[in-house]
């Protein structure tokens, strides 16, 4: 087992060429560079790179970076085999040569684990962007697994022979598939933290990630399911209202069947719009179905308990309907995304690249 460096790349200065000869230099020689449609401009960079040892492949076009490193992957695997440690670098500036070598390493010790090349983003010369970004990938990352990973977004990662299939299968072109991989990633092995250097050059201005478009599509899944409940939560609530008002008084009974109306009405279309733009479900719509029912009767009877019980304390029902539904709400997602519409078999799609020589 040795280590094989990926370096996905997209119209990259000499700053890449400096870290393949300090890799090479550090005893790193088997490198795999993959140009991600880069413009002709760039091609002496590229050819420089193949004369220095480097299996260099390309795509004809810009393919996202979530491609290149499944590009990268696959011809890692054609040249040396799947028994190795592949580790992804940035051809950007951010990896330092030292810090590859530590990460290569530590995945030879942990041959079954991911590990993490894991930045400080307390220092002054962190650009507040990125310092934002992490912490909000973090939170989202806690929130999705319950683990803490103070570095989400590190493209300087150990992958072992274990997660190899999964890695050349995770959804995701561009920069979405790194949280998307580490995400899936969780739930088949543990995570290994290696602290490596901190380097922003310039405010990070060779990073090509684009602050909107990449955003959504890290957080799109979270992001749909928050606008898709907003719509239907205010349709819920407007005719639970609407209800109360027709039944002119509030008792439980009232109060239960002011919330069965309401969800019923919005839980349908909350079933369609998440099953179909949020989780992307491939399984049978029945199954998927008999699933979100239950659960929405769960909420429902829950919903309808709880507004009651705080009734009693004081709390006008529109109020205590807020509250609980605001609390329901993180719970439902849970529960929707790991057992309502979780696919019953991991799709893999194939590679759509491009190679020329």
Known sequence: MQPIIIIPALNPNQKMLQLIDELIENGLEHIVVVDDGSSEK????????????????????????????????KEAVK???????????????????????????????????????????????????SRLGNRITS??????TGIKCRDTQTGLRAIPPLLLELALTTEGDRYEYELNFLLAA????????????????????????????????????????????????????????????????????????ATSIARISSGSINFYLNRKYCFESHNRVGGDMVRY???????????????????????????????????????????????VFKNEERKGGEMIWEKRR
Request: proline share 2%; with cysteine; net charge negative.
């Open 42 to 73: 760039y091609e002496k960079v590229f050819k420089d790179a193949y004369e220095y040892g480097c299996h260099v492949v390309s795509h004809e076009e810009n393919l996202g970076k979530g491609n290149a490193v499944k590009t990268g992957l």
């Open 79 to 129: 040249i040396f085999g799947r028994d190795n440690i592949f580790v992804t670098v940035d051809a950007d500036g951010q990896h330092l040569a030292g810090d590859v070598k530590k990460v290569a390493r530590t995945g030879l010790c942990h041959p079954g684990k991911l590990v993490l090349g894991t930045r400080d983003f307390h220092g002054d010369d962190v650009p507040w962007k």
């Open 139 to 144: 939170a989202y990352f806690k929130f999705e």
């Open 186 to 257: 969780v739930r088949e092995t543990e995570l290994v933290y290696t602290d490596i250097e901190t380097v922003y050059e310039e405010e990070n201005r060779e990073s090509h990630f684009h602050p909107v478009k990449d955003s959504y599509r890290i957080y799109k899944k979270p992001i749909r399911y928050v606008a898709i409940a907003l719509g239907c939560s205010l349709a819920d609530y407007l005719l639970f209202c609407l209800m109360l008002g027709i039944f002119h008084f509030s008792g439980f009974r009232e109060i239960f069947y």
């Open 293 to 339: 029912f239950e659960l929405f009767a769960a909420q429902m009877c829950l919903s309808a308990f709880m507004v009651a019980v705080l009734s009693k304390f004081g709390i006008i029902d529109q109020i205590g309907k807020l509250i609980v539904d605001t609390i329901l709400f993180f719970a439902s997602y849970q529960l929707q995304k790991t057992w």
